[in-house]
């Protein structure tokens, strides 16, 4: 049996009143004081901009940022200048897509993906496809939805240069052996991407380790600011990559004869950047390592558990997703729509999300239009279970 949950850090979460379950924690994670402080400070007595100032202040921030890109890189086992910040991961992605994508990936070549990405991890590979004249193909999923890595060996061929796999999914909770996915990639020659937008917030994540090239995340996941995320590409593949956006700050030097450009990160980030987004995600990653990585995952695993255990014991509820789903449990109700689901959920004080998820490929291979998705954080208790069984119930008598 798994450990009974351990966190008790509800109260450093100002967004969390007395008796509101929040089970969206896939979609955006709530903040601790400590990232409102973070960002609070940086708007307040430390602000001013980076990398140009010849002021104390400026030299102060500017110091302050690059420690918030080394604190992300130290977070993923890379290195500081492995990291771009962008505004997400939907961003990261797109600059993979753009920058990598159009001098690797040509017409005739093969881009591999899963059933169930999110369409941020499908349409700008579709875009790219479009572009350069490739071809996308999808790999398929177990029984239990998982991303069948079997089926990797017979579909990989040498014209694939890129396999763009989700961590964990964020409507099934499924995660990915990626250091097996890495593997079977680098076999035939092409670049491995991991989106882990929903895998950094519950269970460490070591590049190095699992061996990919290009691994996405966004920060509001894991309980730091929206509008800042982190791409990590592997240096020697970062430092051949070329911009993607132009603009201040990405240049070596301008003249109308011609621009040269500035070493990664730098290239990457053209523009003044989300200054106080990266100190809010250095709090946020301090914060999430001050309670570990491994007693996240734990204390959601049981979570998952214990809601897992609860609903399938309610014959009208039909469990999407393995049984040690990430943090995330997606159900139906037979006769039910979602969104009636979730409107009820909320009469009772319980937050959930419905809808497609964005991961509309996934829903088709369900043969569902949408899912209910209840997804936990280090916030949540076995109260949060309790409130959510209770709901379900009361939707059930509802629906009769
Ligand atoms: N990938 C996955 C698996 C996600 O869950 C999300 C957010 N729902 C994204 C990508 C996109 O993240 P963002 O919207 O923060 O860019």
Known sequence: ALAPSRLDVRADFPGLPEGWSYLDTAATAQKPQAVIDAIADAYGPRYATVHRGVYARSADM?????????????????????????????????LVANSWGNGHVGAGDRILLSTLEHHSNIVPWQLLAER?????????????????????????????????????SNVLGS??????????????????????????PRMAVDVAAIDCDFYAFSGHKLYGPTGIGALWARGDILAEMPPWEGGGSMIDKVSFAGTTYAPPPQRFEAGTPHIAGALGLHAAIDYVAALGLDVIHAHEAALVSETRDALSQLNSVRLFGPEDSAGIVS??????????????????????????????????????????????????????????????????????
């Open 331 to 400: 159900f139906a109700l037979e006769g039910v729509h979602p969104h009636d689901i979730g409107t009820i959920l909320d009469e009772e004080g319980v937050a959930i999300r419905a809808g497609h998820h964005c991961a509309q490929p996934l829903m088709a291979h369900l043969g569902v239009e949408a899912t209910a998705r209840a997804s936990f954080g280090i916030y949540n208790t076995s109260d949060d279970v309790a409130a959510l069984v209770r709901g379900i119930e009361r939707v059930s008598r509802i629906f009769g």
């Open 175 to 200: 995660t990915l052996d990626a250091k097996r996915a890495a593997d079977l990639a680098h076999g035939v020659g092409a670049k491995l991407l991991l989106d882990g937008c929903q895998a950094v």
């Open 62 to 94: 500017t110091i302050a940022y690059e420690a918030a890109r080394k604190r992300v890189a130290d977070f993923l086992g890379g290195a500081a200048d492995e990291i771009v910040f962008v505004r997400g991961g939907t961003e990261a992605i797109n």
């Open 132 to 168: 350069v004249g490739a071809e996308i193909d999808v790999l398929p999923l177990t029984e239990d939805g998982q991303i069948d890595l079997d089926a990797i060996a017979a579909m990989l061929t040498e014209r694939h240069k890129l396999v763009a796999l989700a961590h964990v």
